[in-house]
């Protein structure tokens, strides 16, 4: 019996061992560990689970962004949309490209990008909206994309924790997450929902144009091997990244019902407990719970809750301590506290307990004993 973690990857491997060993020791034996068949095979794999008609393999989700934005012809003073409550990644490659990040607080209920907000803060020189699907669920892209139409302005859905997610329009029409702005990002970190064995990513486009654009991007700008027509960067997913992925693939919505049971069985501990607010289903969106996240009630010390959860051997984390626009590293764009009070706000009180595919029935009765009487040795 082992400790209680966040993610369980090692059982997720044991489970899967003898198809992924295979398949690792194909990809050693080609000695085509660059570019070797497996690659191509996870791009029109992951293309066909998708319905998308393009998937480019990538090093990270943070290269991903970053060759999206390039790609798009973002130039330097350009203002990209984004939320201030996410991943530093999204708003990182943003800046190093000399784009300038226009933040965009967000809503408390989904924790995604506000659209209120965000008709408010376009301008002319707004070039383009990076929604994040936070946790595993879609941001409004119904209103996302109608605002980027009436403002000429390109889409990055960053899916970096919502592969496999499904986003239903008013009109009844369901598409994968990361197909619907104009190029979708996502990361296959050993943690995200579809991870590898290290480093991973992939962009997404139904844009036939931008796809070779892409790829052209992620491989030093050329198309003609020693022939740059563009300044790109080197950006690869390994084989054997993509022959592991290749076998996860399969097992995606899977390992996506695993983890909404988990969250099933806690909503249904939390539900009646004031104190503890557990994640909104948008009606929209399915969620796939890349993080299952509460938010605390402001009476709730978190550091001393989150404290007492561990002393009773149930970790947790904080997905993020400190939204974007107040980190230090992005200080020179003046942004002050108080300038996005839901992300402020949110980065105060939220609080993600373990959700994996993985996850033994003890050991969630105990989170959820544990979460349950430290709340209340709290209020007392
Ligand atoms: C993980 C993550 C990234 C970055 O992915 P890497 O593969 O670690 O570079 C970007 N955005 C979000 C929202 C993420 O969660």
């Given amino acids: 019996m082992g400790k209680i973690q966040m993610v369980d990857l090692k059982s997720q491997y044991l489970r899967l061992k003898p198809e992924i060993d295979n398949a690792i020791e194909d990809v050693i034996m080609s000695s085509a560990f660059i570019n070797g068949q497996p690659v191509k095979n996870f791009a029109s794999n992951l293309e066909e689970y ?132 104009d190029i979708g990002t996502t990361s296959f970190f050993p943690s995200k929902n579809l991870g590898c064995f290290g480093d991973g990513g992939a962009i997404m486009t139904n844009d036939s144009d931008l796809a070779d654009l892409l790829k052209m991007i992620a491989n030093h700008g050329q198309k003609v091997k020693y022939h740059h027509d563009t300044i790109g960067v080197n950006s690869r997913l390994d084989s054997i990244q993509a022959a592991v992925l290749n076998v996860k693939l399969k097992e995606l919505d899977d390992f996506a019902g695993r983890r909404r049971q988990v969250a099933d069985k806690y909503d249904a501990a939390f539900k009646d407990n004031d104190l503890i607010k557990t994640p909104s289903r948008s009606e929209q969106s399915t969620h796939v719970f890349h993080q299952y996240t509460l938010i605390l009630d402001k009476s709730i010390d978190r550091d001393k809750f989150k404290e007492d959860l561990a002393e009773k051997g149930v970790p947790s984390m904080i997905y993020y301590p400190l939204p974007v626009h107040l980190q230090k590293a992005y200080n020179n764009y003046g942004f002050k506290e108080g300038d996005f009070p839901v992300s402020e706000e949110l980065s105060n009180r939220v609080i993600s307990l373990p959700i994996h595919t993985e996850m033994r029935e003890e050991d969630q009765s105990i989170i959820i004993d544990a979460v349950l009487n430290t709340i209340k040795d709290h209020v007392r």
């Fill in 50 to 181: 998708l319905e998308c008609k393009h998937v480019i393999p990538c090093g990270n989700g943070t290269d991903a962004l970053q060759i999206a934005m390039m790609a798009l012809g973002f130039i330097p003073g350009d203002e990209v949309l984004v939320p201030s409550f996410t991943y530093v990644a999204t708003v990182e490659v943003i800046a190093l490209l000399g784009l300038k990040p226009v933040f965009v607080d967000v809503d408390p209920d989904t924790f995604n990008i506000d659209t209120e907000d965000l008709k408010k803060k376009i301008t002319p020189n707004s070039a383009g909206i990076v929604p994040v699907h936070l946790y595993g669920q879609c941001a409004n892209m119904e209103s996302i994309i109608q605002i980027a139409g009436d403002n000429d302005l390109k889409v990055i859905e960053d899916t970096a924790q919502a592969l496999g997610a499904n986003y239903t329009f008013s009109n009844g029409k369901v598409q994968k997450a990361g197909t619907i702005g």
